[in-house]
Structures are given as structure tokens and as C-alpha cells.
């Protein structure tokens, strides 16, 4: 049967002749049961240990106290004073009917107590009553069903403390313009719970655990693809390349796509520098653990090795709580970004020769540590979210280039941020811009009708757009 941890739940029936055998299939289920002959022993029992027990069984027709004897009110009698308890310990129990049906106006009792306030919890806890004899035509019980659902709350209400302490993880799941599959969310809950709740664990750490993870970075790159992040050359016939995908939303060229996010030159990326190398590490550790194509034997055997010393349980709850950053991340971008046709433009072809070969995560990072020799300036770069110190404007020094030497047609349709120098002018890298709508400097436009400039301007820049459109990302 379950393997899941020993669940307490407390009884309440006065009929001795069932206890043992009820009690002796409720083990069968992990499910201590206790059982108390009247309310008032029930009440003080659950009163003084309120957080041991994990669900409620009520009999319909039961005594209210040792000097009581049956009354058909019982349940009406129970139910405030249930009520009463679960709002002094801040907290509800899932509380089921278990009952012979016989007494009178049966049905008038159950409709009183199965009001709105216990029908709202149906889906997680399950129906409210049960038939102590009742036998199904696939040889089941009752008895069977009502521990199979006891079991099945004691899991929900852990997935609610869960969804309750990372409301805005589960929201962004949700969320239909995020596009994420809802497996996301029962891929992190398992992880979280054993992190949380470690009392729920019952089997060793296995290695197989990061591979969930690796499954939410591959739902979380198909929602990307389907909102426009990220184009179809990563997601071949629906199969998600995940490091090749990574690669195009960190910024750099892909090795074997042919793709790359934005400008290079410009150093456009869309994931935070952060992001990229927490999932590029989730995804390296992942791909040791399942031995895929994408590590070697030695990497295998080194992350093994690493968590036989150490344990592995803490490296995955930190991997699932950056995980939750990157969903969080990301919603935060579409719910800005949810033009897919718009966010599809970033896509960039990268021709062989064009193509630069670097790490651009490493690149940026030593970048930022390299000393300056001259002041920079912050520019937004990709898509308006990041920002990044990029090559400073230095068109005073700038020698002139001839416009033979530039490739016009490398400039078409082209996405580029747009600046400002110190004479006025307004250019996309070596490409004049005259403005015809208002410009603020880190604007990203569309260039196209791109000619020779035969201005006094040409040595600077060499090319001009004649037209431009302005992107409002």
C-alpha cells in the first residue's frame, strides 16, 4: 500500500463491535486511527494535540458524552464547536461522515451539516460520507475509498502550505499568457514539500530528482517558443535543444542554429547574466545525473562523487528555488513583452563567418571587470529589461571607414539601439538616423532602406536609414 509517512486521524464512534477491524484496515493505509466512544473525549483530545492529527471521522449518530447516550443531533451538536476549534488553531482538518445510514431523517442531518463552507473543499478532501457496509462491484469499500481520500488531502493540504508560500511561482504558472504547462507546478511541488515539510520524505535522495528540474528548464524554454523568446530553430519538431536555447537567450550565437538574440556588437542578450548561469549549472549537474549526451564520464563521476560526500538534497532545494526565481522572472517579462510577433523580431540569423565563437556570458563578465580608460554610458539592451556597458560613442576619434568596407545589406531590418553623439547626431552604430518621431537615446528601432551617406557626416558614418520604425518594447 502508500509508502507515505504514518497519517493520525481521529474517530469518532461508539459502536465497539467495528473499531478493531476498521482500525486494521486503516493500517493497511499508513493511517493511525484512534477512536473515541463520544464528542467530549474527541474535543479534549483534539484540543491538547491539534497539530498530531491530520483528518476527522464522525459518526452520524453518537453520544455527546460518556453520561449521553445517541442522539440523531450529534452532528449538528459537533459541527460549531469543530468550527469553533479550527479557529483558534488557525487551521482546518479535512472532517468526513462515516455512518450505517439507518437512523431517522438521515438525509435531513447530512444536508444540514454538508453546507457551502465543507462542498468548497470536495476537490481536495474528497466526498463527505461514507457507509460503514457498503462494498463496490470491484470488491472495494467505503472504508477503502474514504482512507484512499484521507491520504489524498493529507497530500493536498501540503501542495496548499506550499502554493500559499510561493504564491507568485504558482501565479506565473498560471497565468495563460505565460504559456507554461501546468507540470511545471507538479514537478517544483515535490521538491519544495521535502524541503519544507522533510517529515513527508520517505526514501533516500536519488539522483533522479534533478531530473525534474532539467523538465521545468525544457517547459519553461517551450513557453519561451511559444511566446515569441525564443525561435522554432530551437524547438525542432517540438523537441526543446536546451543548451542551444540557452545559448540564444544569454546572448550568444548558437553553435549549430544559425541564431542569435538581437546584436552582438551590441551585446543584447534577454536573461540576466545571473539567470543564464544559474540554469547553465542546474542543467550541467542534471545531465550528470541522468548521464545524457551533454556531459562526459569524468563529469558524471565528479558530481557523484561530490554528492556521496556531501548529500545532494541542498544542492536541489537551491536549484528549485532559482528555478522559481527564472518562472518569476520570466512572467514578469511577458506580462511587459506579450506580443509574440514582436518579441519573434529580436531573432537575428548569424551567418558562419559572422559568427563570433565566444562565450558571451564569460565575455560580459570580464568586460565589466576590465578598467575603464575612458567614461561609459548605461544603455537598455535587450528588449528594454537589461542593461549593459557597452563600446562608448567616439565619433569625434572615430577614423573614417569607407562605406564599401560595411555591408549595407547586413544593416536591413536590423534591430539597434539607437544614440546620440556630442554633435547631435542621431545613428544605429554607423548608420545615420534622421528622426521623424520623438527618439530618447536606448530606443531600439528597426532599420531598413539602408544607402550610402553623401553627407559631411559620412566619414563617422558611412551608411544612412532612410526609414526606420520604432519598436515599443
Known sequence: MDTNEIMKVLWVDNDHSIVESTQMMAEQYNIDLPCFPNWEAAESELKDHFNEFSAII?????????????????????????????????????????????????????????????????EDWGQLLYFKDKRNTDGTTDLDLLFSNIRHSNDSSYTTKIRALYPDVFKTIEERQNMLDKEVANLLTPVLKAMHFPETVTTEFSLSSFTQLRQVIEYLFRACNQTGLLPDECAINGKINLQESLRYLSGEDTKHLGVRYGSYALGDHLFPEILSNNLQQILNTANACTHTADETVDESKNVVDYFATVGGSRQLFSFALELCDAIIWYGKYIGKHPDRDKNMKWCQKVKKSESNGKNFIRERSEKKNKPASHPKENIPVGGGKNYYDIIPREEEQMEPIGSSELNKDAFEHQMMCVERDGRGNWHCGKCLIIPHTPLQEGDRLEIFNIVDNIKDTKGAYPLFAKKYNKLNF
Open 58 to 122: 464522525l459518526d452520524a449518530n453518537c453520544e455527546f458524552s460518556a453520561d449521553s447516550v445517541e442522539d440523531k443531533t450529534f452532528l449538528a451538536y459537533v459541527m460549531p464547536r469543530l468550527a469553533k476549534i479550527f479557529g483558534e488553531k488557525h487551521a482546518e482538518l479535512p472532517w468526513y461522515v462515516l455512518s450505517a445510514g439507518t437512523m431517522e431523517q438521515f438525509d435531513l442531518v447530512l444536508q444540514m451539516v454538508n453546507n457551502d463552507d465543507r462542498k468548497k473543499h470536495n
